[in-house]
C-alpha cells in the first residue's frame, strides 16, 4: 500500500499545498528544484561517459534539494554499491523505497547489497517483498533461494530455485544449487539429474562436474567418474587458454 500523501503548506506565504504540487499557486514559490530533471540527466549523462565523480556530485546535488529524490538515491546507492561500499549503497537504496515502497528494482537492488554484505535475513526479507510486488520476477526467486540456502533453509531454497528455473530454464546455477541441496538431502537422483541440466547449454557450470564424478565414484563407476573428471579439467584448460596474455 502506498504510503499516505499529506499535504502540506508554502514556506513563503502559507497557502495550502496538494502534495504533488511544484510551485505554489498562490505565489508562484518552486517548492522543488526545477531543473532536478536536468540535473539527473547530467548525472547519467557524466555516467554514461565514465566520468563517475561528477555523476555523483549531480546526484549529491539532487538530494541536498530533495532527499528523498527515489531515482537519486537508487542511482547513486547503484554507484556505491560498484564501488563496494556496501552500507551507503544500502542506506540510499532504503531511502529510495521509503517514499515508492513498489519500486521492484530498489527492493531488489537492496536485497543483492544486503546478500553481498552478509545479513541474509535482511535480504531474505528485500526480495520476499520483490515477489510481493511480482512473483514472477524470476531474478528475485533466484536470489532469494540463494539467500536461503546460505541461510540454511534448504526445503524453502529448493522451491524457489524451482521457481526460477520454471520462469527461466537456463539459469544454470540454479540447477547447480538445486543438485547441491539434493546432495544435502540425499536425494542422489534428483541431485545427479540437477547436476545434468546444469551442463546442458555450450558453457555449462563446471562444478557440476565434479559432483557427478563423486556420484559415479560412490556407486563404483570408476570410468564414469574419470570421465567427468576429464571434462572438467579440459574445460578448465579452454578457460585458461581463453584469458588475455600478462604483458
Known amino acids: 500500500m ?8 508554502c514556506s513563503r506565504c502559507g497557502n495550502t499545498l496538494a502534495p504533488e504540487d511544484n510551485f505554489c499557486s498562490e ?15 547530467l548525472a547519467l549523462v557524466y555516467r554514461g561517459n565514465g566520468r563517475s565523480q561528477e555523476s555523483r556530485h549531480a546526484l549529491e546535488r539532487v538530494l541536498d534539494l530533495d532527499p528523498g529524490h ?4 537508487h542511482l547513486l546507492g547503484t554507484m556505491y554499491f560498484h564501488e563496494g561500499i556496501l552500507d551507503v549503497a544500502i542506506k540510499h ?5 521509503a517514499d515508492a515502497p513498489d519500486f ?7 536485497g543483492v547489497a544486503l546478500y553481498h554484505r552478509g545479513d541474509m535475513l535482511a535480504a531474505i526479507h528485500a526480495f520476499r517483498r520483490c515477489l510481493e510486488i511480482d512473483n514472477h520476477y524470476n531474478a528475485a526467486h533466484y536470489r532469494l533461494a540463494l539467500a536461503l540456502f546460505h541461510a540454511g533453509q534448504l526445503q524453502e531454497a529448493l522451491r524457489h530455485f524451482q521457481d526460477a528455473v520454471m520462469l527461466t530454464p537456463e ?24 547436476f545434468e541440466r546444469s551442463l546442458e547449454l555450450e558453457v ?7 559432483h557427478l564424478a563423486a556420484i559415479r565414484k560412490a556407486r563404483g563407476d570408476e570410468a564414469g567418474a574419470q570421465e567427468y573428471l576429464t571434462r ?14 600478462l604483458v
Not at 521492484?104 to 537492496?110: F, P, R, S, V, W
Not at 539459469?171 to 540437477?194: F, K, N, P
Request: proline content about 2%; aromatic content about 12%.
Open 27 to 41: 505565489c508562484g514559490f518552486f517548492l522543488r528544484d526545477p531543473w532536478i530533471d536536468q540535473r539527473i540527466l
Open 171 to 194: 539459469y544454470l546455477m540454479a540447477h547447480y544449487h538445486m543438485g547441491v541441496i539434493y546432495e544435502r538431502l540425499g536425494d542422489v537422483g534428483a541431485a545427479e539429474h540437477a
Open 2 to 9: 502506498l504510503k499516505e500523501q499529506v499535504a502540506t503548506r
Open 104 to 110: 521492484l528494482l530498489g527492493h531488489y537492488d537492496l
Open 232 to 245: 572438467a579439467r579440459n574445460f578448465a584448460r579452454a578457460q585458461r587458454a581463453e584469458l588475455p596474455a
Open 70 to 73: 527515489v531515482l537519486a538515491n
Open 204 to 210: 555449462g557450470e563446471v562444478s557440476s562436474l565434479y
Open 93 to 97: 537504496y532504503t531511502r529510495a523505497i
